[in-house]
């Protein structure tokens, strides 16, 4: 599974706009976002659809983001991974 591209982003915009409104993140590169220098969240795109791997612990945890509802998810675990 290869990391998301421009046009995959971009199919993700109204999700990443979402993402940097949480506090405590840094995106270094778009769709790439880091917490305290480390990474904690990015995505990826397969034949399958979308996805996310998101720091919940020492381990990044994948999730799939390709509804409104698995959005909604994400944002939600991320806000509660930052606290």
Request: charged share 30%.
């Amino acid at each position: 599974m290869k990391h998301a591209g421009p046009d995959a982003l971009d199919s993700l915009e109204p999700l990443l706009a979402e993402i940097r409104k949480l506090p405590g993140l840094t995106e270094r590169t778009r769709g790439v976002f880091y917490r305290r220098g480390n990474a904690f969240l990015h995505f990826h795109e397969d034949p399958s659809g979308m996805f996310a791997d998101l720091r919940t612990s020492a381990e990044f945890e994948r999730l799939p983001v390709n509804s409104k509802r698995e959005a909604t998810q994400l944002i939600r675990r991320a806000a509660a991974a930052l606290k």
